[in-house]
């Protein structure tokens, strides 16, 4: 795995465990179909003082497209569908203790996903500051989505940036 791979995955651990994080980024993936990881990339990328074009988009969302459609949105199905409901017959403590093994794999799979988005990490520096290159990052993804984003979409974004940047 690669320094900026792991650069990136630090980044991630240390911005998601921040309060009110990471129910921000949940909500966009789950009212828009974001992908946290792409989401997580445009305010990496400020933090290096890059702005990403739709083309850079673009290319990040192809680097991990597959592994998330084949590998990672799988285990989070599997892990919610338990989450869910136990089926019958099935005792709870062990069901409980393979959601948990099911998550584990889900964020290693995440972490693997991050490490081929980093390299997609353009050139190149970004003007003014990084919080608005956060913005304008986070606002050319989040159009790229099929849905337009709302109002507490934009709460999200705003929680995410200050979180990150202050």
């Known amino acids: 795995m690669s320094d900026t791979g792991k650069a990136f995955w630090d980044f991630t651990l240390k911005l998601y465990g921040k309060p009110g994080v990471s129910p921000a980024l949940i909500g966009l993936q789950d009212r828009l179909g974001a992908d946290v990881n792409l989401l997580l990339f445009c305010c990496w990328a400020a933090t290096h003082e890059t702005e990403l074009a739709d083309g850079d988009l673009a290319a990040a969302d192809r680097a991990v497209g597959g592994w998330r459609e084949r590998v990672v949105e799988p285990l989070r199905g599997i892990r919610n ?43 190149g520096k970004a003007e003014g500051a990084p919080s608005a290159t956060a913005r304008r990052n986070l606002g050319r993804y989040l159009a790229r989505l099929a849905k337009p984003a709302g109002a507490e979409d934009r709460q999200a974004v705003d929680a995410v940036v200050t979180a990150c940047f202050g």
């Open 81 to 123: 569908r338990i989450k869910a409901g136990i089926p019958g017959g099935v005792p709870t403590d062990g069901a409980m203790a393979f959601r948990k093994r099911v998550l584990e794999l889900e964020i290693a799979g995440e972490e693997i996903a991050q490490h081929a988005i980093a390299a997609a990490l353009p050139g």
